[in-house]
Structure formats: C-alpha cells, structure tokens
C-alpha cells in the first residue's frame, strides 16, 4: 500500500530530510511557513498543502521538524492544526527536539484521537540530514516504531528505539550534551595551538589522528580553523536545547557543570548577535577572551 508522508518544517534540516523521502519513493506532502522552501520541493515532484490541517488530512504518515517546543504544539493543536485534520491511525512523528514533558504530553494527547506517535529527534547535522546519515532516538510504542522503520531508515543510518514516550528526547538531551561540550573543547584547542603559536590545521591533523579524534572534530574542525561558521546547527538553537538539557537536569538531580559552562558560552554568543552562527561558533567567544598579563 502506498503511504502517503506529510512533512512540515522545511529548515535547514528538514528541506534535505523531505528530499531524502521523496528520493525513497515516498509520496510527499509538504508544508511550510514560508514559501521558498515548499516551491523548491514541489519542483522536485512534492505536493503542497496550505496548512497543516491540510496536510493531515491527505497523508498516512505526519513528520514534524520545527525549531522548539511551542511550535511543535501549535502546529499539532492549533484550530488549523493536525489533530483537527489527522483521520484516525495517522502516525506522527515529532523529529525536532523538544522537552521531554511535552513530547509525553503531546503524545498522550495525540492518542485521545486515536493518533500514534513518536519522538524521533536526530543527530547528524546538516551533512547527515543531506546524506541520510542521521542517527534517530525514538519514544514511543514498539508497533509504532516498527511501522515507521521504512521511513526512518530513508532518513538516518542509526536507529534506536529509546523507549517510551518522551525517551526519544531524552537522549537527545544527552546527545547535546556531549556535543556543546566537545565543540568547547575543541574551539579550547585550536585557541591554545593559535595564541600559542601552532598552525591551527596541525593541531586539526594532530589530534585527528589520536585519542581526541571525534565526529565534531572532523566535521567542524577545518572550518572552525578557517574562522567560517556558516549554520549547519544554529548556536541559537543549540542553547534552547541545553536548557532543556538544564531543567531536566535540575528535575532529575543530575550535576552538570561542564554543560553550563558550554550554555555561559553559547549565551555569550547569541548576546554578542551572533546566535544564527553554526554552534562551533563558540570559538569566538574565546578570541574575544583577554588572559591578564
């Protein structure tokens, strides 16, 4: 039976997500705030909805790929939203990253209309959202995770079923985590080799090929060397999610002091106006760090 996919939310992640369904052989319906990205889709062969209601209505399989919480619930629940136009047994799946609490609620909330649904938020960036490469952590129920597999594997390489409802974004949370704290301590490198007087690229070469070789190494490493930060994850975005990396550490007793000092960083940033730079932008603000004599 064909399965008809709705995607809405066509950023920098979701544009080469909707592409790799369609490139699958999905039949593919898009939505998006702005019109651009849906234009481009459609001449690829995608079909357009104006609203997600819309949308719901016309597809088996519902992908949501928004910035933050409160767009993921608007979008779900608004009066144009896609509960109010989802048939019954409409899959949703939630791949942004969201709080876990609202990803339990708006989960629950989704099956009083008879709507499975899973939290699927990806790692990768924007190089695996185009390679469809990702890796997936998903909450929700075993039937609807097996269900979704076909998709998801168009979409990602690794795909792990988390757990419950919610469980999906709590890795996630430990994901970025690891991620903030890695890229701090990759842009602390490449600041210590260049004040020190090393080449930054042998520093890159250097600890490429030892202990320290890491993915954020070698996918950001060469630019944050050159001093280019064009977005593949905007260091705004990745604030939003360690703060709910924060209040989910403060709800669970966990002690993160190496994750606030990457958050101190990324605020600095985002207060700087430079929120839209790729996250490995946290480099600049140790540039603008003077040691006192």
Request: charged residues 15%; hydrophobic residues 45%.
């Amino acid at each position: 039976m064909t399965t008809n996919i709705g995607f809405i939310g066509l950023g920098i992640m979701g544009k080469p997500m909707a592409r790799n369904l369609r490139k699958a052989g999905f039949p593919l319906i898009v939505y998006n705030r702005s019109r651009p990205a849906m234009d481009e889709l459609a001449a690829e062969g995608a079909a357009l909805a104006q609203s997600p209601r819309k949308l719901a209505a016309r597809s088996d399989v519902v992908i949501t790929m928004l910035p933050d919480s409160p767009d993921v619930a608007a979008v779900l629940r608004g009066a144009d939203g896609v509960f109010a136009g989802a048939r019954p047994d409409t899959l949703l799946i939630d791949m942004s990253t969201i709080a876990p609490g609202v990803a339990r609620e708006l989960a629950a909330e989704a099956a009083s209309h008879g709507l499975p649904m899973l939290d699927a938020p990806v790692s990768g960036g924007d190089k695996g959202a185009i390679a469809g490469t990702l890796s997936i952590m998903v909450g929700g129920e075993s039937a609807a995770f097996e269900r979704a597999q076909p998709l998801l594997s168009a979409l990602g390489k690794t795909i792990t079923h988390c757990g419950a409802s919610g469980s999906g974004q709590l890795v996630k949370a430990c994901n970025q985590v690891a991620v903030a704290v890695i890229i701090g301590a990759v842009a602390e490198a490449l600041e210590l080799g260049q004040r020190a007087g090393v080449d930054p690229e042998i520093v890159l070469r250097v600890l490429g090929g030892g202990l320290a070789q890491n993915r954020v190494l070698e996918l950001r490493g060469p630019n944050m060397a050159r001093g280019v930060f064009e977005p593949g994850f905007k260091a705004r975005l990745h604030q939003k999610d360690l703060n709910i990396v924060l209040d989910t550490a403060a709800s669970s007793g966990a002690a993160l002091p190496f994750t606030r000092l990457a958050s101190q960083g990324f605020a600095a940033l985002i207060a700087n106006g430079q929120g839209d730079l790729d996250h490995s932008a946290l480099l600049t603000v140790l540039h603008a760090i003077e040691q006192p004599s």
